[in-house]
């Protein structure tokens, strides 16, 4: 019996595959060895993240072919682009269309990830009320985490 990492990763390659030939370029051992370690990733990451973990645990890729194959997997839909902040790109995986919102410590840059169905019922019935039809949407809620409150703040803050 497949796994459901399985039953993912397959289209997910062939996906990839078909968008790099239709833009000439090969599906390298790098794109191959990187769209896996994507894709067993859970929830918002930053590029300098997937670096240092594949470091850590696998074959090594240049920061650069990770950047680049970031960008190849976003063009290809595979991944999005999370908009927490103006200063650090961050990307989850596409395919899961879990209605999300995300928690950021405005002290520490912790980022958490929560599903919240009445999310998906209220963008509906608000897309519904202006006659818009609904594509994708995004909660970012900005805070103070538990951890932060250890932090010692600077003078005058």
């Known amino acids: ?75 290809a839909g595979i991944l999005s682009e999370v908009l927490i902040d103006a200063k650090q790109s961050h990307y989850q995986l596409s395919f899961d269309n879990k209605p999300r919102g995300h928690l950021v410590c405005v002290e520490t840059s912790r980022i958490v990830e929560f599903e919240c169905p009445e999310l998906l019922e209220m963008r509906n019935r608000i897309c519904a009320k202006y006659g818009f039809r609904p594509v994708s949407h995004r909660l970012v809620i900005y805070g103070i985490s538990p951890e932060a409150k250890n932090i010692p703040q600077a003078e005058g803050l």
């Open 1 to 75: 019996m497949r796994t459901t990492e399985e039953e993912l990763i397959e289209p997910m390659c062939a996906i990839f595959r078909r968008f790099l030939k239709r833009k000439g370029l090969k599906f390298t051992p790098e794109r191959a060895v990187i769209l896996d370690a994507v894709l067993a990733r859970q929830g918002v990451f930053e590029a300098d993240e997937l670096f240092y973990d594949m470091r850590q645990t696998g074959p090594r890729v240049s920061k650069a072919t990770i950047y680049r194959t970031l960008k190849h997997l976003l063009e």
